[in-house]
């Protein structure tokens, strides 16, 4: 089997677009710029698409590594048969190529292993074989030093039989999918737990069954994270009468003297081997699977907030709230850049309402503030309502940011480096700040997994969860393209074809030498070559360039199309850019070639009509209900404003302006079945939400959007 056929047995596209797409990444091309500029070559494939084919190639490769490893080491033991030779090479299942090796494995010393230094391997052999009579006098003649009773040397080959039957493959097979199906997970509490503070978050898993195979990955992290915290047990079970009736008919062949000692081997082999082994390893299926998911929403969840509505180059006042140490404030020029840092007091215990208000109003109009961003921590509705209440000369727009992870970046490596001579709260309110005007730009410079909008994440699989994140955040930053400019060293790193050093150097280049004048002067950049180049600068926009294309997403290898297509319009290339009714007269089948296809020639045509445009939507403004300051004003039927700030597999949670989040139930999130959450909501979305329970003790409140 070719890794063409491994990827296209498991996914639904065609071997030529597989086969042009391994060729772009042995060219060293990457995912978004294979997807965005390479459409013609692969057959339109998107993101998602072009990195299931890379990892799946990645994972027929590892299939072929671990197959070589087997294969030596069975060479090596010198037990590798022709057959089984041959069953090994056309296999591409790991649990398979694993049950073939499980008896040449190297292991701890096992009890079979005794027995068979103790001479019993041919008597287990006789046993085994079902033919034989007057097995007791045939025990006699395996009495040695180490064997001095029949009944030992019954029990010797019994541990050999038993393991022979955990390496069967044929029974293993089956067992294993009887697990599959049927197994069930069922958790009970620790006793001496059960009384204990922390465990009672867990209190639905004390004495707990479900399906595996229908259990929710939700339900599944939780239960084992109830039992790492060591407050339940699990055990995953199927029925055993069913398990040992399968053996039995699958091993013992008649009802000879032979059969009374294989059923006591094969009882035993099921307890001590196969049911532990089969056990852990759905439990781990399980396991991934629900990693799986939750990993699938936190990136799904990432992908919504990087791509959150900016508000553009504004000058902003930002404000990171506090009550006793005071409320930082910082001002902000259009690019984002520090101006001026100050602590007011409006709130207990000091109270300087007058003082702060005073200050406030200096600010907006010294620095020209045109929007004020307030994080949403400690005293984030407080704050908010002092600032609403004062009468500025001018139209403010007031928003409310989300701040988790602010304290995170505050205290980075990459914080200290943008501001070394400020402390972390100033650092804090930047980011707060910062967040508002270029969403994407501020949130790349913080681990994912501090932003809070995951599931579990920190229950998963750690490295899938990392390189699943990595993805979104290079497919957001490529989707919206990067001002070369003004982009920070963590955004640019993230640009397809640059990585971390690359970025470090085109920073260090722009602040050497000053802004970039065009694309081409990107060459001049240390270490960047041609490669590089190509995979880059179509995602770099030069505002206000001599050459207008350097502004928008068509690729500088296409630019003398551009002016061809111009020209034979009888006009200058910056001419048709924004002509939609030039734009229209272009037949892309004229300018077909065999550099660039159909749908190549659409992209650059749509991009045409607006170059540069950002995706994303523009920043609302949004007030929660003025009356909610905490949990105890709460009551059920209340309808209220809120946004919603997480999303899970199992329904959303909506912010509404009060410490505690609601949870809106995927069964309350619309009038009838809704399979996946993110059909009908997405994050940061604005929404009307009814009350449904409030529990001040527990600090839950349960909500419904069926109004």
Not at 145 to 158: H, L, P, W, Y
């Given at each position: 089997?070719?890794?063409?056929?491994?990827?296209?047995?498991?996914?639904?596209?065609?071997?030529?677009?597989?086969?042009?797409?391994?060729?772009?990444?042995?060219?060293?091309?990457?995912?978004?710029?294979?997807?965005?500029?390479?459409?013609?070559?692969?057959?339109?494939?998107?993101?998602?698409?072009?990195?299931?084919?890379?990892?799946?190639?990645?994972?027929?490769?590892?299939?072929?590594?671990?197959?070589?490893?087997?294969?030596?080491?069975?060479?090596?033991?010198?037990?590798?048969?022709?057959?089984?030779?041959?069953?090994?090479?056309?296999?591409?299942?790991?649990?398979?190529?694993?049950?073939?090796?499980?008896?040449?494995?190297?292991?701890?010393?096992?009890?079979?292993?005794?027995?068979?230094?103790?001479?019993?391997?041919?008597?287990?052999?006789?046993?085994?074989?079902?033919?034989?009579?007057?097995?007791?006098?045939?025990?006699?003649?395996?009495?040695?030093?180490?064997?001095?009773?029949?009944?030992?040397?019954?029990?010797?080959?019994?541990?050999?039989?038993?393991?022979?039957?955990?390496?069967?493959?044929?029974?293993?097979?089956?067992?294993?999918?009887?697990?599959?199906?049927?197994?069930?997970?069922?958790?009970?509490?620790?006793?001496?737990?059960?009384?204990?503070?922390?465990?009672?978050?867990?209190?639905?898993?004390?004495?707990?069954?479900?399906?595996?195979?229908?259990?929710?990955?939700?339900?599944?992290?939780?239960?084992?994270?109830?039992?790492?915290?060591?407050?339940?047990?699990?055990?995953?079970?199927?029925?055993?009468n069913e398990a040992l009736n399968f053996i039995d008919k699958s091993i013992v062949k008649n009802n000879s003297?032979?059969?009374?000692?294989?059923?006591?081997?094969?009882?035993?082999?099921?307890?001590?081997?196969?049911?532990?082994?089969?056990?852990?390893?759905?439990?781990?299926?399980?396991?991934?699977?629900?990693?799986?998911?939750?990993?699938?929403?936190?990136?799904?969840?990432?992908?919504?907030?990087?791509?959150?509505?900016?508000?553009?180059?504004?000058?902003?006042?930002?404000?990171?709230?506090?009550?006793?140490?005071?409320?930082?404030?910082?001002?902000?020029?259009?690019?984002?850049?520090?101006?001026?840092?100050?602590?007011?007091?409006?709130?207990?215990?000091?109270?300087?309402?007058?003082?702060?208000?005073?200050?406030?109003?200096?600010?907006?109009?010294?620095?020209?503030?045109?929007?004020?961003?307030?994080?949403?921590?400690?005293?984030?509705?407080?704050?908010?309502?002092?600032?609403?209440?004062?009468?500025?000369?001018?139209?403010?727009?007031?928003?409310?940011?989300?701040?988790?992870?602010?304290?995170?970046?505050?205290?980075?490596?990459?914080?200290?480096?943008?501001?070394?001579?400020?402390?972390?709260?100033?650092?804090?309110?930047?980011?707060?700040?910062?967040?508002?005007?270029?969403?994407?730009?501020?949130?790349?410079?913080?681990?994912?997994?501090?932003?809070?909008?995951?599931?579990?994440?920190?229950?998963?699989?750690?490295?899938?969860?990392?390189?699943?994140?990595?993805?979104?955040?290079?497919?957001?930053?490529?989707?919206?393209?990067?001002?070369?400019?003004?982009?920070?060293?963590?955004?640019?790193?993230?640009?397809?074809?640059?990585?971390?050093?690359?970025?470090?150097?085109?920073?260090?280049?722009?602040?050497?030498?000053?802004?970039?004048?065009?694309?081409?002067?990107?060459?001049?950049?240390?270490?960047?070559?041609?490669?590089?180049?190509?995979?880059?600068?179509?995602?770099?926009?030069?505002?206000?360039?001599?050459?207008?294309?350097?502004?928008?997403?068509?690729?500088?290898?296409?630019?003398?199309?551009?002016?061809?297509?111009?020209?034979?319009?009888?006009?200058?290339?910056?001419?048709?850019?924004?002509?939609?009714?030039?734009?229209?007269?272009?037949?892309?089948?004229?300018?077909?070639?065999?550099?660039?296809?159909?749908?190549?020639?659409?992209?650059?045509?749509?991009?045409?009509?607006?170059?540069?445009?950002?995706?994303?939507?523009?920043?609302?403004?949004?007030?929660?209900?003025?009356?909610?300051?905490?949990?105890?004003?709460?009551?059920?039927?209340?309808?209220?404003?809120?946004?919603?700030?997480?999303?899970?597999?199992?329904?959303?949670?909506?912010?509404?302006?009060?410490?505690?989040?609601?949870?809106?139930?995927?069964?309350?999130?619309?009038?009838?079945?809704?399979?996946?959450?993110?059909?009908?909501?997405?994050?940061?979305?604005?929404?009307?939400?009814?009350?449904?329970?409030?529990?001040?003790?527990?600090?839950?409140?349960?909500?419904?959007?069926?109004?």
């Amino acid at each position: 089997m070719t890794n063409i056929n491994f990827i296209q047995e498991r996914i639904n596209i065609s071997s030529k677009s597989i086969e042009n797409t391994l060729k772009l990444f042995s060219e060293d091309c990457t995912i978004p710029f294979i997807a965005r500029y390479r459409k013609d070559t692969t057959g339109n494939l998107n993101e998602v698409q072009i990195e299931d084919i890379y990892k799946l190639n990645h994972q027929f490769f590892e299939i072929l590594k671990r197959k070589e490893n087997i294969l030596k080491s069975m060479e090596e033991q010198d037990a590798l048969t022709a057959d089984l030779k041959q069953r090994i090479e056309s296999s591409f299942d790991l649990q398979e190529l694993e049950d073939y090796y499980l008896p040449f494995k190297k292991k701890r010393k096992t009890k079979a292993d005794s027995a068979r230094e103790n001479g019993l391997e041919p008597f287990a052999k006789i046993i085994m074989a079902q033919n034989s009579s007057n097995l007791n006098s045939l025990a006699q003649k395996y009495l040695n030093d180490n064997i001095q009773t029949v009944d030992e040397a019954f029990q010797g080959a019994r541990d050999i039989m038993a393991e022979w039957i955990n390496e069967n493959i044929y029974v293993r097979k089956n067992l294993r999918r009887l697990f599959q199906k049927t197994a069930l997970i069922t958790s009970k509490v620790i006793k001496t737990k059960l009384e204990e503070d922390a465990a009672q978050k867990f209190k639905q898993y004390f004495d707990w069954q479900e399906s595996l195979n229908r259990i929710p990955s939700h339900r599944l992290l939780a239960i084992l994270r109830a039992e790492t915290e060591g407050f339940v047990r699990t055990k995953i079970e199927v029925d055993k009468n069913e398990a040992l009736n399968f053996i039995d008919k699958s091993i013992v062949k008649n009802n000879s003297e032979s059969a009374e000692q294989i059923y006591l081997a094969i009882e035993d082999s099921y307890k001590r081997l196969l049911e532990p082994s089969l056990s852990t390893e759905v439990l781990a299926e399980a396991k991934a699977k629900a990693d799986e998911k939750s990993i699938q929403v936190f990136a799904e969840n990432l992908s919504q907030l990087l791509l959150a509505p900016p508000l553009g180059e504004k000058r902003i006042l930002a404000i990171d709230p506090g009550f006793r140490t005071g409320c930082k404030v910082v001002c902000l020029d259009e690019k984002g850049d520090l101006l001026h840092n100050e602590t007011i007091f409006p709130h207990p215990p000091q109270n300087e309402t007058a003082m702060a208000v005073k200050k406030i109003k200096s600010l907006i109009s010294a620095y020209n503030i045109e929007a004020i961003s307030i994080g949403n921590g400690t005293a984030g509705r407080e704050t908010e309502f002092f600032i609403k209440k004062i009468r500025f000369d001018r139209d403010l727009q007031v928003f409310v940011v989300s701040e988790a992870g602010a304290s995170i970046y505050s205290a980075s490596k990459i914080a200290r480096e943008e501001f070394g001579n400020y402390d972390v709260t100033v650092r804090g309110a930047v980011s707060i700040g910062r967040r508002l005007s270029d969403p994407l730009a501020e949130l790349v410079k913080i681990d994912a997994k501090s932003i809070g909008v995951g599931q579990y994440q920190h229950d998963v699989d750690q490295l899938k969860l990392k390189n699943e994140l990595d993805s979104v955040v290079m497919r957001c930053v490529n989707s919206v393209g990067i001002n070369l400019n003004t982009a920070s060293k963590s955004l640019l790193s993230y640009v397809s074809g640059i990585g971390e050093k690359m970025a470090e150097n085109i920073v260090n280049f722009r602040t050497e030498n000053g802004a970039f004048q065009s694309r081409k002067e990107l060459k001049k950049v240390p270490r960047l070559g041609e490669k590089a180049f190509q995979q880059s600068s179509a995602f770099l926009r030069i505002h206000n360039a001599k050459n207008p294309l350097d502004n928008s997403s068509v690729h500088p290898e296409t630019y003398d199309l551009v002016e061809k297509m111009a020209k034979n319009l009888k006009l200058k290339s910056e001419e048709l850019i924004g002509n939609k009714e030039k734009i229209k007269l272009i037949n892309p089948e004229n300018y077909i070639s065999e550099n660039i296809g159909v749908l190549g020639i659409k992209d650059i045509l749509k991009e045409l009509e607006k170059p540069g445009l950002d995706p994303r939507k523009s920043a609302k403004v949004f007030e929660f209900d003025p009356n909610l300051k905490s949990i105890k004003n709460l009551k059920a039927g209340m309808t209220v404003p809120g946004i919603v700030n997480n999303i899970t597999a199992f329904g959303c949670f909506v912010d509404l302006g009060i410490k505690e989040s609601g949870l809106v139930h995927i069964s309350q999130l619309k009038e009838g079945f809704v399979s996946d959450v993110n059909e009908v909501v997405k994050l940061q979305q604005q929404v009307m939400v009814k009350v449904l329970e409030v529990d001040e003790d527990r600090k839950r409140v349960q909500l419904t959007m069926v109004l």
